[in-house]
């Protein structure tokens, strides 16, 4: 016997765990030695092992090889670290689209389940017509045939949004239920709508950044490098010898002189690639600049679709009524056609949900664009 059960988890608690299975880093800190290199010499004279001669010579290095390493070495981690939070970030979007995926299709069940409760008071109606007035099976017959058509889609719907969600909740290790939940989708069209209103600037990630920062740094180095005037420092030990007035210790010292430093050209290579990454960053703007212009464009024609469908819906459906209304006081109306408002309303509600859905996906564009998934996701629920 084995007990077999799901957690139960949020969609905010899935967006934590995965920031916790994969945000921990471990930045190890490096220091460069005091001693670059170091060497151990000792030779004989005429195979005589008593009359040996050591000698030590050592590289040091100076403070400012030693603080540009460093620097290098931390820009190193950090494109690492960025790699992995991008990694992240990317992660958190495609389980936010998901998330946006399920609620639509949720809201688009439930409207079309009144649709076919409707549609069902309309097949009795037409049911009890056709008994009388056999001209009126035609749209029995239809009836019928539309409320399994609905019904279909509504299984399908299901089966999709199942799948949605299965595949959020596959996201982080272990195996969860996802809660039922659903967005501010007013919300997140009054986030769209001030997106329309923000200042149009290029984005431009961290990691594009930290690739010149890197280069700077290489820089620095290759310039203290160049700066070091103690070259090497050895200590010399000939002897013992015969004479004691021969044996004796050295010390030597090697000087560089700057403008006779080799490395000259890894500087000016350096200056060619700095020059290059300064112009990818450039070329990166006016895409972003392209990207986001084109965007905003979308939102603002989804924003004014829905407003404008939204009106004409609002009209039509007052002057149907007052219709029926004038009607219903004149003479008994057919029930059908009551029913068939209310089922117009509805289908007005879905044609309205798919614009809706537009707005949302070019935000999400808009926020993925500008890489404001870097910040996480405090909730889902909500359009923050």
Known sequence: ?????????????????????????????????????????????????????YSLRLRPV???????????????QQELIYLKLDEVYDQVADIHELWIDQDFISRQIELKKQIVALLSDVEKVNAKQSLIDANKLSLLLAVKSRIAEINNGIILDQKRRYDKLRAISAQVQGDYILQADSIDVNGYIQSAKES??????????NSD?????????????EKAENNRVLDF???????PHDNYLEERVSLGMSFNLPFFNGNQLSIAKIKVEQEQEQYKIEKVKQESLAKLTKIRESIFSNVFEYNSYNK??????????????????????NPSIKLNHRIQVIENKLSLLKIQESIVKNYLDYLRATDKYIIGISSMSTAK
């Not at 016997?1 to 899935?14: A, H, K, N, R």
């Open 1 to 53: 016997m084995f007990l077999y059960g799901q957690q139960e988890v949020t969609i905010d608690e899935i967006v934590a765990k995965v920031y916790e299975q994969n945000t921990e880093f471990t930045a190890d800190a490096y220091k460069l030695p005091w001693i670059e290199e170091l060497n151990v010499r000792s030779e004989t004279r005429d195979w005589k092992l008593r009359k040996q001669s």
């Open 62 to 76: 100076s403070l400012g090889e030693r603080r540009a390493s460093s620097q290098l070495y931390n820009s190193w």
């Open 196 to 205: 329309l209103l923000a200042t149009n600037r290029p984005y431009i990630s």
């Open 209 to 221: 950044l930290l690739d010149l920062q890197v280069l700077r740094n290489e820089m620095e180095l």
């Open 233 to 239: 420092v050895s200590l010399e030990y000939r002897g």
């Open 312 to 333: 004409l819906y609002s009209e039509i459906e007052a002057e149907n009524l007052q219709l029926i209304s004038n009607m219903e006081r004149q003479a008994i109306i």
